[in-house]
């Protein structure tokens, strides 16, 4: 026997409008309607509903043969005969129906259905600023959890495909989805990630998939990313073929992708749109570019200082002009100032954001030298520095690389070449000691799989034999 939710349309309506205030909210219309002949009370959220489709629902659903009004349900279900129907057996679940963007309807006798009527506002896919590639498709993610499966969907058509659907925070009930293909993805790791996802207790992730990445996997002070952000709909599906699981999250753009290594993170799409050759070789430079872009700064400064260890072909490395300011504080001030350009170039409005940068780059640098406050070496050394550090596809990643080179710079200024070593040291192994999701930080490096390392280094064709990765945990691994 089906559950009743009220005894009466007066009690539904009086219920509803003490959970949502009686005429408080613009956007909350609660309204008595007829399905055909039967009174129904309907409500819903204005904003988050397609007015014209429910309109057309209402007026247009005919039946075959006629219904005796006297069988609520089967009234309803005959007249309103939509395929986005449900019906809801109790309070709470029509309540966060009707603020997910369903549409509620109350019979007079008190049964409860809902209507699948959703029309979240948001823009079209587009291609994202971050990843963008110079061949390829040109969608990418949005902030509709349905729009953003969907993009998935078309890339990979198959039924294993899951989005299990999670809603996260007490009050505000954030839909997340995690992604994966059932019988490739590890079903260890997806245990861990429900267990986690049932102890998050808190009242809202207002900055969404940041905030759930925190609750996930304690990053507290840690200040290299665990997981991988992306915006593109192919980069996500080709991680769910490898055997990874992504997190899709209600409101955000873009996508988390566990478990994720620091290679991943220095990964991009481009590799894959290029021949195999062009591939690799953009690979390696982006990975020389990287440790360039994180030692430069201190060995050059340890040069700058410490010339009596440079050979003769070198010499010409160093200040050659004298300012009153110490080299490593010009160094830092310069390294640090390009970091407030970046800034400044975000809060600027597009069209001012290249003018103020040309004339903070170019007039002010030249204005620094022409004072005396930087040699022209430190606005060189560490201008090369910022572009190694753009080219890093990760932005979170870049900061990362940004701050540990502030701090070896600062103890190659304090211990000299013992600093430097030591800086490294401890950064390399602290990467070494990160275990997100159980896999190794810098694995294939440490601990060393040659073959899987290989494939790091080497954007290989599509047509050799490729395996999963081993740190996703794939019970099959081969893939063609």
């Known amino acids: 026997m089906t559950e009743k939710l009220f005894n009466s349309l007066e009690e539904a309506e009086n219920f509803l409008k003490e959970q949502f205030g009686d005429g408080e909210s613009f956007d909350v219309s609660i309204k008595h309607v007829f399905v055909k002949d039967l009174p129904v009370l309907c409500a819903y959220i204005s904003g988050l509903v397609d007015g014209i489709v429910l309109t057309q629902l209402l007026s247009n659903m005919l039946p075959d043969e006629d219904i005796d009004i006297e069988d609520e349900k089967e009234y309803f279900e005959a007249y309103f005969n939509y395929q986005g129907r449900s019906e809801e057996t109790k309070r709470e679940a029509i309540l966060l129906s009707i603020l997910s963007g369903q549409v509620a309807f109350i019979t007079k006798s008190g049964y409860g259905f809902v209507a699948e009527i959703r029309s979240y506002p948001g823009r079209s896919p587009e291609e994202p600023d971050n990843e963008k590639v110079i061949r390829g498709s040109r969608d990418g993610f949005v902030e509709g959890i349905s729009q953003n499966a969907a993009l998935i969907r078309r890339r990979i058509r198959n039924s294993n495909l899951r989005f299990e659907l999670h809603k996260i925070s007490e009050i505000g009930q954030t839909d997340v989805a995690l992604t994966f293909i059932k019988g490739i993805a590890s079903d260890e790791a997806l245990d861990k990630l429900r267990q986690r996802i049932g102890q998050i207790n808190h009242d809202g992730l207002t900055m969404t998939d940041k905030s759930l990445e925190e609750w996930l996997f304690k990053q507290k002070f840690h200040p290299v990313p665990f997981v991988r952000y992306t915006e593109r709909p192919d980069i996500t599906a080709a991680h ?165 080179r502030i701090l070896l710079l600062i103890m190659t200024g304090i211990w000299g070449v013992n600093g430097l070593f030591i800086g490294f040291f401890i950064l390399f192994t602290y990467l070494c000691s990160l275990r997100p999701m159980q896999a190794p930080y810098l694995w294939p490096l440490i601990p060393f799989f040659p073959n899987a390392m290989l494939r790091v280094l080497v954007r290989f064709p599509m047509t050799a034999d490729a395996l999963r990765p081993y740190i996703v945990d794939s019970e099959h691994r081969k893939r063609s």
Do not use: N
């Open 240 to 404: 769910l073929l490898e055997g990874h699981i992504a997190i899709v999250v209600d409101t955000s753009p873009s996508v988390i992708i566990v478990p994720a290594t620091a290679f991943h993170l220095l990964q991009h799409a481009e590799e894959y749109r290029q021949a195999p050759a062009v591939g690799t070789f953009v690979r390696f430079m982006r990975y020389f570019g990287v440790i360039a872009g994180l030692l430069l700064l201190p060995m050059w400064y340890l040069f700058a200082t410490h010339g009596i260890h440079l050979p003769d072909e070198l010499s010409f490395l160093g200040a050659k002009k004298k300012s009153h300011i110490p080299l490593l504080l010009q160094v830092l001030i310069g390294d640090i100032g390009i970091e407030f350009l970046r800034m400044a170039a975000i809060h600027t409005p597009s069209p001012l954001s290249t003018a103020m940068g040309l004339v903070a780059g170019i007039t002010i640098g030249q204005i620094a030298i022409d004072v005396g406050v930087f040699s022209p070496e430190v606005v060189l050394y560490t201008a090369i520095s910022a572009i190694l550090t753009f080219i890093i596809p990760s932005y979170e990643l870049g900061i990362s690389v940004k701050l540990f």
